[in-house]
């Protein structure tokens, strides 16, 4: 998988879509030299806003979920018998970097 966008990630709503009735957001990146900001993603559906918000908040999270799982005792956590178990926060962390 390749590298994904640097956050932050803002929402910003782009009114809506074609119908005139759906809702519509842009997820744009982090401001460049110029203080442009580059379209990564939209989201056009009746919940835009807070999927919108939602998924701006994911390069924090995801940022956020490798600290703390560095706390998380692997013994317990990530073993069974002799077999490594997947817990959550590392399931969250590679879905989100596409190994899942
Ligand atoms: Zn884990």
New binding site residues.
Partial sequence: MSAFTPGPWIAEDAGFSGDESTPLFAILGPEDREGKREQIATVNCEEAEANAHLITAVPGLLAACKVL?AF?P?PV??AAGSEPL??????A?AKAEGAL
């Fill in positions: 799982h998380i692997s956590v990530h997947l817990c959550g926060t590392c399931a962390i």
